[in-house]
């Protein structure tokens, strides 16, 4: 179905889910700015749609967070941010792509065009894709191409909150993207956007002009200059034939599913669950408590009362000043009166470090374990000794669990979209041949946790002892990064070097 021809209210998802999104997106972008106008805003909001709350002073449910209330009249913000979610976010996506996943094809024009694309880029946008998926509930890969930029396509990453998706039986079906231009003229009321919906074999491209809610009516390509290159490509429906029918040229990736959140939302039960799910307010407690630590540091700075006696005169209506390097002072001829305060009292508050050190642990650990991650992922725990890639996983178990959870989303959503195009690639826009477009690539992740050459040595001496692998395989073992060849090689080196007279122990000889 082409883009949209009417005004509409943008987007056209359930208000719910909207705030939700934003909601994360602000604790993600690590802004204070942002998360205080958030809050601020819905609890003003809340006050209002709500009032039967304000009876008997009980304020709105926003008011009530730390990030929703005003800073008092006449005093400057204290409100400090621990950028958790964003460490969160940044660390999903590490635990999946901090090595590139493997690609394979059995094609081997196939095999050198994957090679090509991971090294071209891919790896960076699947990372990129892997932080937005873990703050936004998932992420979105498409294929683009641009002449100006590229003789040939590639994969981009768009965002869970640019993304309208059309799903059937929890299969994405279709997907339409929008961008907000900058606006052409200093009418700030004026808001363009770039709708890019793509369909099996298909994608359309429309320019709407309207405002901060709305869609808006649609106006030609050519009204912008973003969007004005697009105008001969389409036909006159706005679309454009992408060479690869069989295909869709997006894909998605939920984070996790299911979303407990919007289960019951029609619009946005196929959507995935962000890692922030239930943790914002563990989130806001961190805040206010970090920030309570800090307003202890603040009030534990020392303060000298001094008597006027030590004030030295600054002149007629000026006041007087006190020199705190000087070592004598001059007072009154008269003996000291019972109850009569020092002439220097010193006022040193108490800074309560490990109270508030204890509770900033406590929270994160709860917020990590409710993402579903290990508190030693986080540096929370262990004192830095060297320990094996074995204690490592046992350490981390829960993190290894959701990693492994994600890759099961991850895993087709690439291979699809490296499928999508490698077929436009082989299409008539491009023309490439040699493309094997008949089976879809296979998607393997690596180990994010690698064992050193010790243990790798240690596995291959008992393997060894036991007869149960072969030269070839030990060496394959303890040089996973070596192909074939050298394999091969070493493998002969090895035996040049073994004494003729031993025989190998690995291999059988007959009798």
Same mark, same amino acid.
């Given at each position: ?27 993600w972008?690590?802004?204070?700015d ?16 709500r009032?039967?709350?304000?009876r ?8 009530r967070?730390f ?40 094609a ?145 990736a ?8 919007? %289960?019951?939302?029609? +619009?946005? !039960? #196929? ?6 799910q239930? *943790?914002?307010?563990?989130?806001? $407690? @961190? ?24 004030l ?32 220097i ?22 917020a ?29 178990? %829960?993190?290894?669990? +959701?990693? !492994? #959870? ?7 959503? *690439?291979?699809?979209i490296?499928? $999508? @195009? ?6 008539e826009?491009?023309?490439?041949r ?78």
């Open positions: 179905m082409p883009l949209p021809t009417t005004d509409t209210m943008w987007p056209p998802i359930d208000p719910k889910v909207s705030a939700t999104l934003a909601d994360w997106d602000a604790w972008s690590a802004e204070p942002r998360l205080e106008q958030r809050y601020m805003n819905r609890a003003a909001a809340d006050q209002v749609n009032p039967s709350q304000l008997g002073g009980v304020v709105g449910a926003f008011a967070w990030w929703g209330a005003p800073t008092p009249a006449g005093e400057k913000r204290t409100k400090l941010h621990v950028p958790l979610a964003g460490d969160i976010a940044r660390t999903s996506s590490e635990l999946l792509f901090s090595e590139p996943p493997r690609i394979t094809s059995p081997t024009a196939t095999q050198d065009r994957l090679d090509a694309l991971v090294e071209g880029g891919l790896h960076a946008t699947l990372l990129e894709g892997g932080e937005v998926g873990s703050a936004l509930g998932g992420a979105y890969l498409r294929v683009v191409w641009d002449a100006d930029v590229s003789d040939t396509p590639w994969i981009d990453a768009v965002a869970a909150d640019r993304a309208v998706p059309e799903f059937r039986y929890g299969r994405l079906h279709a997907v339409t993207f929008w961008t907000v231009l900058g606006n052409t003229d200093t009418d700030d009321r004026r808001v363009f956007r770039h709708l890019e919906k793509h369909e099996r074999g298909r994608i359309y491209h429309g320019l709407y002009e309207g405002s901060l809610t709305s869609l808006g009516h649609a106006v030609p390509l050519t009204e912008h200059p973003d969007t004005a290159g697009l105008a001969r490509e389409v036909d006159s429906e706005g679309g454009l034939d992408t060479g690869a029918p069989k295909h869709l040229t997006a894909s998605y939920p984070n996790v599913r299911p979303s407990r959140a919007w %289960r019951h939302i029609p +619009t946005a !039960a #196929r959507w995935g669950q962000s890692d922030f239930g *943790i914002e307010g563990i989130l806001d $407690a @961190l805040d206010e408590t970090y920030s309570s630590w800090m307003r202890d540091v603040q009030n534990g700075k020392g303060r000298i009362l001094l008597s006027e006696a030590m030295q005169s600054a002149g007629p209506g000026k006041g007087g000043v006190w020199n705190e390097d000087q070592r004598v002072y001059t007072g009154l001829s008269r003996l000291p009166r019972v109850g009569e305060a020092d002439p009292d010193v006022v040193q508050f108490e800074i309560r470090v490990q109270e508030h050190a204890d509770t900033c642990r406590a929270l994160i650990e709860q990590v374990r409710q993402a579903g991650y290990s508190a030693s992922t986080f540096g929370e725990s262990g004192d830095g000794a060297a320990v094996t890639a074995t204690e490592i996983r046992a350490r981390e178990r %829960r993190s290894m669990s +959701t990693r !492994a #959870r994600k890759a099961l989303y991850w895993g087709p959503a *690439i291979a699809d490296v499928a $999508a @195009l490698l077929a436009v690639e082989s299409g826009r491009f023309g490439v040699d493309l094997d477009t008949n089976e879809p690539p296979r998607v393997e992740f690596e180990d994010s946790i690698s064992e050193g050459p010790k243990e790798l040595a240690e596995t291959a001496e008992v393997l060894r002892r036991a007869e149960a692998a072969s030269t070839e395989t030990l060496v394959r073992l303890v040089n996973p990064s070596m192909d074939a060849e050298a394999v091969k090689a070493e493998v002969a080196r090895i035996n040049s070097e073994r004494d003729p007279g031993a025989p190998d122990p690995t291999e059988r000889h007959p009798l």
